[in-house]
C-alpha cells in the first residue's frame, strides 16, 4: 500500500484556504482517493481545548508569546500522532488548514521569539512528518485581514485581533520562507479568480504527485 500524501495550506487570515481545502477535497475524492482533513490548532479532543484557549476563552488574554507557541506545538503534536501519521500509513491523504510553517512565521517572525527556538519546538513536536507540499495563499494583508473579520462576525479571536502591521509581517514571513523552501512550497496568488486558485492548485498536485493519478 502506498502511503498517502500529506498537503498543507498556508496563508495569513482571509487568504481563503477552507475554500480552497474544500475544493481540492472535492477533486481528490471524485477521482477516489481517500482524503482527511485537520485544522491547528484543533483536529482531535486536546487541540480543540486549546483551539478555544488559544482563539476564544478569556483566560488567554493575558498569554504571554512563549505559552502561546507551546501551546500550538501541544496541539500539534497530538494531531500528529492521534490523526496524520496513521491515516497516511493506511494510505489516506491528509489536507491540514496550517501545520508547523504557521507556528514558524506566527510566532517566531511575527512575535519574535526567533526561528531557531522555534525550529527546535517544531521539530520536537512533529517529528520526521512534514507535509510533501504546502500552497501558500497569498495576498494582501489589510484585505485579508478585513475579510477575516466581516466573516466571523461578532464572534471574539484573540489572533485576530491583532494590529494590521503585525499581519503584514507574517505576509513577509510567509513569503521568505517560500523562498527558503521552494521544493515544498507553493506560493499562490489568492487575488486571483477562485476558479483560477484551484486549477493551479489542482495542477501542482497533478505534475507532483503523478503516479497517484494513473
Not at 512550497?185 to 507532483?208: K, T
Request: aromatic share 8%.
Amino acid at each position: 500500500m502506498k502511503r498517502g500524501i500529506f498537503i498543507s495550506f498556508e496563508g495569513s487570515e482571509g487568504c481563503g484556504k477552507s475554500t480552497q481545502i474544500a475544493r481540492l477535497e472535492s477533486r481528490l475524492r471524485d477521482v477516489g482517493i481517500a482524503v482527511l482533513r485537520t485544522r491547528e490548532p484543533g483536529g482531535t479532543a486536546v487541540g480543540e481545548r486549546i483551539r478555544d484557549l488559544l482563539q476564544h476563552a478569556p483566560e488567554g488574554a493575558g498569554m504571554t508569546s512563549e505559552a502561546e507557541l507551546l501551546l500550538f506545538a501541544a496541539s500539534r503534536a497530538q494531531l500528529v500522532r492521534e490523526v496524520i501519521q496513521p491515516a497516511l500509513d493506511a494510505g489516506t491523504w491528509v489536507i491540514a488548514d496550517r501545520f508547523l510553517d504557521s507556528t514558524t512565521v506566527y510566532q517566531g517572525i511575527g512575535r519574535g521569539l526567533g526561528l531557531e527556538a522555534v525550529g527546535a519546538i517544531n521539530a520536537f513536536a512533529v517529528g520526521e512528518r512534514l507535509p510533501d507540499a504546502t500552497f501558500l495563499l497569498d495576498m494582501d494583508a489589510a484585505v485579508g485581514h478585513a475579510r477575516a473579520v466581516a466573516s466571523r462576525g461578532d464572534a471574539p479571536d484573540r489572533m485576530e485581533d491583532q494590529p494590521l502591521a503585525f499581519f503584514e509581517t507574517v505576509r513577509q514571513g510567509y513569503l521568505d520562507l517560500a523562498k527558503a523552501h521552494p521544493q515544498r512550497i507553493h506560493v499562490i496568488d489568492a487575488s486571483d479568480g477562485i476558479e483560477r486558485i484551484e486549477q493551479r492548485i489542482w495542477l501542482q498536485c497533478r505534475r507532483q504527485f503523478d503516479e497517484f493519478f494513473r
